[in-house]
T-cell receptor, first 110, second 114 residues
Framework: EDQVTQSPEALRLQEGESSSLNCSYTVSGLRGLFWYRQDPGKGPEFLFTLYSAGEEKEKERLKATLTKKESFLHITAPKPEDSATYLCAVQETSGSRLTFGEGTQLTVNP | DGGITQSPKYLFRKEGQNVTLSCEQNLNHDAMYWYRQDPGQGLRLIYYSQIVNDFQKGDIAEGYSVSREKKESFPLTVTSAQKNPTAFYLC?????????????FGPGTRLTVT
Protein backbone atom coordinates (compact mmCIF):
# COMPACT_ATOMS: atom_id res chain seq x y z
CA GLU A 1 0.00 0.00 0.00
CA ASP A 2 1.31 3.42 -0.95
CA GLN A 3 2.10 5.77 1.92
CA VAL A 4 2.88 9.48 1.93
CA THR A 5 3.98 11.38 5.04
CA GLN A 6 4.48 15.13 5.06
CA SER A 7 6.38 17.12 7.66
CA PRO A 8 6.07 19.36 9.44
CA GLU A 9 2.29 19.52 9.83
CA ALA A 10 2.52 23.29 10.20
CA LEU A 11 5.31 25.80 9.58
CA ARG A 12 5.38 29.46 10.46
CA LEU A 13 8.01 31.66 8.78
CA GLN A 14 8.89 35.30 8.70
CA GLU A 15 8.86 36.96 5.28
CA GLY A 16 12.22 36.27 3.63
CA GLU A 17 13.03 33.29 5.86
CA SER A 18 13.78 30.34 3.56
CA SER A 19 12.86 26.78 4.54
CA SER A 20 11.91 23.34 3.22
CA LEU A 21 8.90 21.05 3.41
CA ASN A 22 9.37 17.29 3.38
CA CYS A 23 7.38 14.53 1.70
CA SER A 24 8.44 10.94 2.47
CA TYR A 25 6.88 8.18 0.42
CA THR A 26 6.61 4.41 0.11
CA VAL A 27 5.47 3.06 -3.22
CA SER A 28 6.14 -0.16 -5.09
CA GLY A 29 7.06 1.67 -8.29
CA LEU A 30 6.97 5.43 -8.68
CA ARG A 31 5.47 6.87 -11.82
CA GLY A 32 5.41 10.42 -10.49
CA LEU A 33 5.39 12.63 -7.41
CA PHE A 34 3.13 15.66 -7.47
CA TRP A 35 3.09 18.90 -5.45
CA TYR A 36 -0.03 20.99 -5.06
CA ARG A 37 -0.87 24.25 -3.30
CA GLN A 38 -4.26 24.60 -1.63
CA ASP A 39 -5.74 27.85 -0.33
CA PRO A 40 -8.51 27.68 2.31
CA GLY A 41 -11.86 26.65 0.87
CA LYS A 42 -10.47 26.08 -2.63
CA GLY A 43 -9.37 23.18 -4.77
CA PRO A 44 -5.68 22.25 -4.95
CA GLU A 45 -3.60 24.00 -7.59
CA PHE A 46 -1.03 21.89 -9.46
CA LEU A 47 2.58 22.99 -9.00
CA PHE A 48 5.05 20.30 -10.11
CA THR A 49 5.50 16.72 -11.24
CA LEU A 50 8.77 14.90 -10.54
CA TYR A 51 9.45 11.58 -12.22
CA SER A 52 12.89 10.34 -11.23
CA ALA A 53 15.46 10.70 -8.45
CA GLY A 54 17.67 13.71 -8.96
CA GLU A 55 15.07 15.69 -10.83
CA GLU A 56 14.46 19.31 -9.83
CA LYS A 57 11.81 21.82 -10.90
CA GLU A 58 11.40 25.49 -10.08
CA LYS A 59 8.61 28.00 -10.15
CA GLU A 60 9.15 31.49 -8.79
CA ARG A 61 10.24 31.06 -5.13
CA LEU A 62 9.53 27.30 -5.10
CA LYS A 63 11.92 24.48 -5.97
CA ALA A 64 10.99 20.81 -5.77
CA THR A 65 13.53 18.00 -5.59
CA LEU A 66 13.20 14.21 -5.55
CA THR A 67 15.19 11.30 -4.12
CA LYS A 68 14.27 7.62 -4.03
CA LYS A 69 12.53 8.01 -0.68
CA GLU A 70 11.47 11.64 -0.34
CA SER A 71 10.83 14.96 -1.96
CA PHE A 72 11.54 18.44 -0.70
CA LEU A 73 9.76 21.67 -1.52
CA HIS A 74 12.21 24.50 -0.92
CA ILE A 75 10.78 27.97 -0.43
CA THR A 76 13.26 30.78 -0.96
CA ALA A 77 12.59 34.21 0.55
CA PRO A 78 8.88 33.52 1.02
CA LYS A 79 6.22 36.22 0.92
CA PRO A 80 2.90 36.32 2.80
CA GLU A 81 1.10 35.31 -0.41
CA ASP A 82 2.93 31.97 -0.25
CA SER A 83 0.84 31.09 2.80
CA ALA A 84 -1.20 27.98 1.96
CA THR A 85 -1.34 24.24 2.55
CA TYR A 86 1.10 22.32 0.38
CA LEU A 87 0.09 18.79 -0.58
CA CYS A 88 2.27 16.01 -1.89
CA ALA A 89 0.95 12.97 -3.79
CA VAL A 90 2.43 9.88 -5.44
CA GLN A 91 1.30 7.79 -8.36
CA GLU A 92 2.28 4.17 -8.91
CA THR A 93 3.44 2.91 -12.25
CA SER A 94 0.53 0.48 -12.31
CA GLY A 95 -2.35 2.94 -12.01
CA SER A 96 -3.76 6.42 -12.47
CA ARG A 97 -4.83 7.16 -8.90
CA LEU A 98 -2.92 9.48 -6.59
CA THR A 99 -2.20 8.90 -2.90
CA PHE A 100 -2.01 12.15 -0.97
CA GLY A 101 -0.22 13.16 2.21
CA GLU A 102 -1.99 15.22 4.83
CA GLY A 103 -0.26 18.42 3.85
CA THR A 104 1.92 21.10 5.44
CA GLN A 105 0.18 24.30 6.42
CA LEU A 106 2.58 27.17 5.73
CA THR A 107 2.10 30.62 7.22
CA VAL A 108 4.39 33.47 6.20
CA ASN A 109 4.21 36.52 8.42
CA PRO A 110 5.05 40.00 7.07
CA ASP B 1 -11.61 29.16 -20.60
CA GLY B 2 -10.96 25.48 -20.02
CA GLY B 3 -11.49 24.10 -16.57
CA ILE B 4 -13.49 22.09 -14.10
CA THR B 5 -16.72 23.34 -12.58
CA GLN B 6 -18.41 22.03 -9.49
CA SER B 7 -21.80 23.09 -8.33
CA PRO B 8 -23.08 24.19 -5.98
CA LYS B 9 -20.27 25.67 -3.86
CA TYR B 10 -22.25 25.06 -0.65
CA LEU B 11 -24.91 22.41 -0.16
CA PHE B 12 -27.09 21.72 2.87
CA ARG B 13 -29.17 18.58 3.33
CA LYS B 14 -31.11 16.83 6.03
CA GLU B 15 -29.97 13.46 7.25
CA GLY B 16 -31.52 10.60 5.29
CA GLN B 17 -31.65 12.46 1.98
CA ASN B 18 -29.60 11.55 -1.07
CA VAL B 19 -27.76 14.42 -2.72
CA THR B 20 -25.96 14.69 -6.07
CA LEU B 21 -22.85 16.82 -6.59
CA SER B 22 -22.11 18.04 -10.08
CA CYS B 23 -18.71 17.96 -11.82
CA GLU B 24 -18.18 19.12 -15.40
CA GLN B 25 -14.93 19.57 -17.34
CA ASN B 26 -14.21 21.04 -20.76
CA LEU B 27 -10.53 20.03 -20.85
CA ASN B 28 -11.22 16.96 -23.01
CA HIS B 29 -9.70 14.81 -20.25
CA ASP B 30 -10.42 11.08 -20.24
CA ALA B 31 -9.99 10.46 -16.52
CA MET B 32 -12.05 11.97 -13.71
CA TYR B 33 -11.88 11.57 -9.93
CA TRP B 34 -13.82 12.32 -6.76
CA TYR B 35 -12.08 13.03 -3.46
CA ARG B 36 -13.27 13.82 0.01
CA GLN B 37 -11.34 16.17 2.31
CA ASP B 38 -12.00 16.47 6.03
CA PRO B 39 -10.57 19.27 8.21
CA GLY B 40 -6.81 19.00 8.60
CA GLN B 41 -6.62 15.89 6.44
CA GLY B 42 -5.38 15.02 3.02
CA LEU B 43 -7.54 13.94 0.10
CA ARG B 44 -9.16 10.50 0.09
CA LEU B 45 -10.26 8.91 -3.16
CA ILE B 46 -13.94 7.99 -3.45
CA TYR B 47 -14.38 6.90 -7.09
CA TYR B 48 -12.55 7.36 -10.35
CA SER B 49 -13.26 6.83 -14.02
CA GLN B 50 -10.72 6.43 -16.79
CA ILE B 51 -13.20 6.19 -19.63
CA VAL B 52 -16.88 6.79 -20.35
CA ASN B 53 -19.25 4.13 -18.95
CA ASP B 54 -16.56 2.71 -16.67
CA PHE B 55 -15.55 3.59 -13.11
CA GLN B 56 -13.73 2.04 -10.14
CA LYS B 57 -14.09 2.30 -6.38
CA GLY B 58 -11.48 4.23 -4.48
CA ASP B 59 -10.58 3.85 -0.83
CA ILE B 60 -13.84 5.13 0.69
CA ALA B 61 -16.61 4.28 -1.82
CA GLU B 62 -19.16 2.99 0.71
CA GLY B 63 -22.25 5.21 0.76
CA TYR B 64 -21.43 6.90 -2.55
CA SER B 65 -22.36 6.23 -6.17
CA VAL B 66 -21.24 7.71 -9.51
CA SER B 67 -22.04 7.58 -13.22
CA ARG B 68 -19.99 8.45 -16.30
CA GLU B 69 -22.39 8.70 -19.23
CA LYS B 70 -20.52 11.57 -20.89
CA LYS B 71 -16.84 12.36 -21.11
CA GLU B 72 -17.42 15.84 -19.68
CA SER B 73 -19.50 14.87 -16.66
CA PHE B 74 -18.92 12.75 -13.54
CA PRO B 75 -21.66 13.34 -10.94
CA LEU B 76 -21.34 11.99 -7.40
CA THR B 77 -24.35 10.92 -5.34
CA VAL B 78 -23.98 10.91 -1.57
CA THR B 79 -26.53 8.42 -0.32
CA SER B 80 -28.21 8.12 3.07
CA ALA B 81 -25.97 5.10 3.69
CA GLN B 82 -22.91 7.36 4.07
CA LYS B 83 -22.42 7.66 7.83
CA ASN B 84 -20.52 10.94 7.95
CA PRO B 85 -21.29 12.85 4.73
CA THR B 86 -20.38 16.35 5.94
CA ALA B 87 -17.12 17.19 4.17
CA PHE B 88 -15.45 19.14 1.36
CA TYR B 89 -15.79 17.27 -1.94
CA LEU B 90 -13.31 17.77 -4.76
CA CYS B 91 -13.55 16.66 -8.37
CA UNK B 92 -10.47 16.32 -10.55
CA UNK B 93 -9.59 15.32 -14.08
CA UNK B 94 -6.47 14.31 -15.97
CA UNK B 95 -5.40 13.40 -19.47
CA UNK B 96 -4.32 10.11 -17.93
CA UNK B 97 -1.84 9.09 -20.59
CA UNK B 98 1.93 9.58 -20.87
CA UNK B 99 3.51 11.96 -20.16
CA UNK B 100 0.67 13.93 -18.54
CA UNK B 101 -0.59 12.31 -15.37
CA UNK B 102 -1.16 15.38 -13.22
CA UNK B 103 -4.70 15.94 -11.99
CA UNK B 104 -6.46 19.30 -12.13
CA PHE B 105 -9.03 20.14 -9.51
CA GLY B 106 -12.32 21.98 -9.43
CA PRO B 107 -13.21 24.55 -6.75
CA GLY B 108 -14.99 22.02 -4.54
CA THR B 109 -18.42 21.61 -2.96
CA ARG B 110 -18.84 21.90 0.79
CA LEU B 111 -21.63 19.58 1.90
CA THR B 112 -23.25 19.93 5.30
CA VAL B 113 -25.74 17.31 6.49
CA THR B 114 -27.70 17.92 9.68
Amino acid sequence: EDQVTQSPEALRLQEGESSSLNCSYTVSGLRGLFWYRQDPGKGPEFLFTLYSAGEEKEKERLKATLTKKESFLHITAPKPEDSATYLCAVQETSGSRLTFGEGTQLTVNP
Amino acid sequence: DGGITQSPKYLFRKEGQNVTLSCEQNLNHDAMYWYRQDPGQGLRLIYYSQIVNDFQKGDIAEGYSVSREKKESFPLTVTSAQKNPTAFYLCASSIGTPPDYEQYFGPGTRLTVT
